[in-house]
């Protein structure tokens, strides 16, 4: 009986080792690749937004001028025309408004950064407002009841007169046309119709003639 085992072991190692060889041949032939270059990523930017326009912020309202007097004379009510005056002086504003009958309001406050606030004695009138133009422009606040307004600029003699006299008072509007809108406050709180203002300021009450004074914003004890 012949023994195959050395010969078995000698073909193996030689099927091996040409497979080993053509490996190696096969690895000698295939050329190199490259290595994959990094792609380059396009670079983003940071963006922090549109640019702020001078459109995104409020505009600062318009300095008042230093002292001006403004009328209103057609604010529209249910019950008939309330005429508007303010008076503005420095940092301090003064209004008056009636109605020539028996409706009336005085009211004082601060005109600053180009902003009115004004109220009444017991805070039951209110008025606001900002220059729009020439002109001063918002809203006039009395009891629960509002109204815009328009204030336009005015000369002397237009303005806000006033009176007063045993416990009366006497309070006046001259508009820019001339026309004058009026009421009488008696010692009771009584309110009706002033008497006439003539166009030298005078007036006569109760019999006599009196001559009233033209108020202006620095006014603050007017009431």
């Known amino acids: 009986m012949k023994r195959r085992g050395p010969l078995l072991t000698l073909a193996a190692a030689a099927v091996l080792g040409m497979a080993l060889l053509i490996t190696n041949i096969s690895k000698q032939e295939e050329p190199n690749k490259p290595a994959p270059a990094a792609q380059s990523q396009p670079a983003v930017a940071e963006s922090a937004g549109p640019a702020p326009t001078a459109g995104d912020a409020p505009a600062a309202a318009a300095p008042f001028p ?48 180009g902003e009115l606030s004004l109220a009444n004695a017991d805070n ?3 008025l606001d407002g900002r220059l729009d133009g020439p002109d001063l422009a918002g809203t006039l606040f009395i009891g629960d009841k509002s109204w815009p307004y328009v204030a336009a600029p005015v000369a002397p003699p237009a303005g806000i007169y006033v009176n007063t006299v045993d416990g009366s008072r006497q309070s006046w509007i001259v508009a820019a046309d001339g026309t004058v809108t009026g009421v009488q406050r008696g010692p009771g709180g009584v309110t009706s119709p002033a008497p006439a203002l003539s166009p030298n300021g005078t007036a006569v009450v109760d019999g006599e003639t009196v001559t009233a004074v033209q108020v202006s914003g620095g006014d603050v004890d007017v009431f």
């Open 124 to 126: 039951t009138s209110r």
């Open 66 to 113: 230093a002292k001006q007097d403004y009328v209103d004379n057609e604010i529209a009510t249910a019950t008939g025309v309330i005429t508007l005056s303010i008076t503005i002086e420095g940092d301090k504003a003064i209004a008056y408004a009636c109605d020539g009958n028996t409706i009336e309001t005085w009211l004082k406050g601060s005109a600053v950064g």
